[in-house]
């Protein structure tokens, strides 16, 4: 973990036996740091070029050596890690408190109780919480995506039990082969029941439309049932799956 002016900064998680290196860095520079924020911010900027070109034991010797005015590490610590960039999400939440900035570099967690093992109960009453989040592939977030922590082991091993997950809010278009929240409906004015599957579905001709013969909701996990969807059953997609934010974090 990095600090600055006594602040926790940032993390940095290496694979020892690969060499590979993540780093996560504070956004909000200017709200702590104030005439230091341009010199930290390209300090940070600065920290996974020196990392690759000196190694990472060399790398943590020079900081000591160099920028312990400033800039330090504590001794580094191990982690059990399924993959570096989402345990170093993980980890740069659990140590770094930074300023929310709502859909600029936080994204709100929504409590659905959602199983992905079964159907839960709607209990989204509102935004528990803003984490921050860089999605990849996304230069910058939107009001469309949001986070939802999964519980269940049906949409392992690629969505872990216990994983914050973020899903971008569904408005049309092709669904097959996606992985999607959906809902589904008890009556008219009661809530419903959320599940995340991958979906599948069988249309067929109806005059000069094409309607739905099949929906099937299935999971990547083969220990569990998929199911379909029945005629008689409302519900509506509330959600696509884009990317795994964090794994649990031992």
Known sequence: MFEALGESCGVMLTDHSTGDCVFRFRRDWEDFAGAEAEVLAAICEDLPEKQREMGTHAFLEWIDTSLSGTFRVEPPAQTI???????????????????????????????????????????????????????????????????????????????????????????????????????????????????????????????????????HMRPDNPEFEAWDLKEEDRYVTIAEFVSVLEDPVA
């Open 81 to 215: 890690c399924a993959d570096l960039e989402r345990t170093a999400q993980a980890l740069y939440r659990r140590l770094v408190k930074s300023t929310v900035r709502e859909y600029k570099t936080h994204l709100p967690l929504i409590p659905i109780d959602l199983a992905a093992g079964k159907l839960g109960q709607d209990r989204a009453t509102g935004v528990k919480e803003w984490i921050e989040a860089e999605v990849p592939g996304r230069r910058a977030l939107s009001e469309d995506l949001f986070i939802v922590r999964i519980r269940g082991r049906s949409m392992e091993p690629d969505i872990p039990d216990g994983s914050l997950c973020v899903f971008r809010s569904y408005y049309g278009g092709s669904r097959t082969g996606g992985i999607y929240i959906v809902q589904r409906i008890a009556t008219h004015d009661e809530g419903g029941e959320f599940t995340i599957k991958r979906y599948a579905s069988r249309k067929k001709q109806s005059g000069d439309e094409w309607e739905h013969e099949q929906i």
